[in-house]
């Protein structure tokens, strides 16, 4: 198992087989090296996916804060010239208004995330569309495949919050998000296959990369919507 969510389950093979199907959709959509896609979600599933399938594609994730406001939102998509947003629909309202201050927004994506009661969905396309638009078949199947072809290439664009001025944007490289992901696990003791309930936000820091370690050592993700003692 890779990812739990509720009831919802799903193995490192079927994560491995959605995350090639959406790199394979982003190619069709000429999204690539060096091309940010942005994403605005709660700790789900396809947050977790988008950590994998856009690298995969060559191309740049941009994991928003969604406790930002409207107008911090858009000035980070249109700096970091985001080619794609996949909104999660909780923050419909939120990235609505965010794309209204642009001049020309990305073209959006949502997901649909049935344990989500609030919101509403923004983008012609879902998340489930674009793994349909990117047929496996023809799609290859080594993981060596999609490797970078420098270690040095940018992963991951992330930004400050903005409280002394326009937000700053840093950007990870895979060589970095590599050893810091294998750091984690040394310092923590993880060992392999660890089930690890996730507090922090992916999009803070790309969850201090605890997405590659749990991939690096095979473990299990919880997913939870809001961090709530009843949950």
């Not at 000429?30 to 191309?59: C, Q, R, W």
């Not at 590599?178 to 750091?183: D, Q, R």
Request: hydrophobic share 45%.
């Amino acid at each position: 198992t890779a990812v739990i969510q509720h009831q919802r389950r799903l193995t490192w093979s079927e994560v491995f087989d959605r995350c090639q199907r959406f790199a394979a959709a982003l190619s069709k959509r000429s999204i690539g090296k060096g091309d940010t896609v942005a994403i605005l979600s709660a700790n789900t599933p396809e947050m977790f996916e988008a950590h994998f399938a856009i690298p995969m594609a060559g191309a740049v994730l941009n994991a928003i804060n969604m406790r930002l406001d409207a107008a911090t939102v858009s000035f980070i998509l249109q700096h970091g010239e985001a080619k794609l947003l996949l909104v999660d629909k909780e923050f419909g309202p939120l990235a609505e208004s965010a794309l209204e201050l642009m001049s020309s927004p990305p073209e959006v994506v949502h997901i649909d995330d049935p344990s989500c009661d609030v919101g509403h969905l923004v983008g012609a396309n879902s998340y489930d569309d674009l793994l349909v638009e990117g047929d496996a078949s023809g799609v290859g199947v080594d993981a060596a495949e999609y490797l970078p072809d420098d270690e040095w290439d940018a992963i991951a664009l992330n930004y400050t919050s903005g409280t002394t001025g326009n937000p700053k944007g840093v950007v990870y490289h895979h060589r970095g998000a590599y050893l810091n992901a294998l750091s984690n696990a040394l310092s923590w003791h993880m060992g392999d296959h660890p089930v690890y309930l996730w507090t922090l936000p992916m999009f803070h820091c790309n969850g201090w990369c605890f997405p590659w370690t749990l991939a690096a050592n095979a473990g299990v993700s919880v997913c939870l919507r809001q961090v709530r003692d009843d949950a």
